[in-house]
Every structure is written in structure tokens, then in C-alpha cells.
């Protein structure tokens, strides 16, 4: 299995700790996914973020409704917390949040680490769209997360 890496890095002016309560908190996930991803949450909230936390939720893939399934395998407040996909469209999905407390606020870090299913055709897609679109995504949220934070 090929396996691909997503960093991200963002610095806010915000002390680590309200950054930290930002995002442990499921539901603002969907306030920084794009809206063409028609994210939502089936997990009745408010969901409390603890290691064995599971969080059901669809988003749209090239169109198609998919049902995401998360299961929070680390949880080290205020600094980190790690999801780890059940179910859904990658054959693997690894996804570590990293904060960081520096001088006049936060840096935030994401590392992915996520796999595509079908062999050759799920590299072949990875280099024709997938990687791209995880880009937009992310360049989305860091738009998204200054002006929540500025």
C-alpha cells in the first residue's frame, strides 16, 4: 500500500489554549471544511473528544454522499489529538493536530497520512486529483481559521 503525506502548518495570534478548545470540539469541523464537501455530523453533540471517541459523519466524494466514521486514538490537551478513519474513502487515513505554544500565539501542525484504495488506479488518481484536492482543502481551512482567529 502507497502510502502519501499532508503537512500543513498556520500560526495564529490566539493563546494555545483557545485555539486547542477551537478545535477539539468536532462540531467546528464543519465551519472550516469547503461547503462543496457537503460536510455533516451524524454524532449527536456535544461530543466529547477522549481517546475512543468515534465521530460518524458523511461528506460528498466527486459527488457521491460517503459515510466517514473517525475514531480519536490520541487526545494530549492542549497540544495534540490524532483521528484515525474506520470507514471511509481512503484505505487508510492518519491524521495528527498538532499545537504548539509560541511567542505571541499558536502554531497549528497537521500531518495526514493517508493511502487510496485500487493499486495503480488509486495512485493515478492521487496524482490527477486526490493530492490536489486535500491541498484546497487545506488552503481552505488556513483561510478560514485566520479570519476565525484574527
Not at 470540539?25 to 449527536?44: C, D, K, Q, W, Y
Not at 487515513?93 to 500565539?105: C, K, L
Request: without cysteine; proline residues 6%.
Amino acid at each position: 500500500m502507497k502510502t502519501y503525506l499532508l503537512h500543513a502548518e498556520q500560526f495564529v495570534a490566539k493563546p494555545l489554549e483557545e485555539v486547542f478548545a477551537f478545535f477539539e470540539r468536532p462540531e467546528n469541523l464543519a465551519r472550516i471544511t469547503p461547503e462543496s464537501l457537503g460536510f455533516v455530523i451524524m454524532t449527536p453533540s456535544p461530543i466529547e473528544m477522549k481517546v475512543g471517541t468515534l465521530i460518524d459523519y458523511t461528506i460528498k466524494v466527486m459527488g457521491l454522499r460517503m459515510r466517514w466514521t473517525t475514531l480519536i486514538s490520541g487526545y494530549d490537551p492542549p497540544h495534540r489529538f490524532v483521528d484515525e478513519q474506520l470507514r471511509g474513502p481512503y484505505s487508510f487515513w492518519h491524521h495528527t493536530h498538532t499545537f504548539a505554544a509560541v511567542e505571541g500565539g499558536t502554531k497549528i501542525l497537521d500531518d495526514v497520512r493517508y493511502a487510496l484504495p485500487f493499486g495503480i488506479f488509486g495512485r493515478i488518481a492521487h496524482v490527477l486529483l486526490v493530492r490536489r484536492d486535500l491541498e484546497q482543502i487545506f488552503k481552505h481551512r488556513e483561510k478560514i481559521i485566520a479570519h476565525l482567529f484574527k
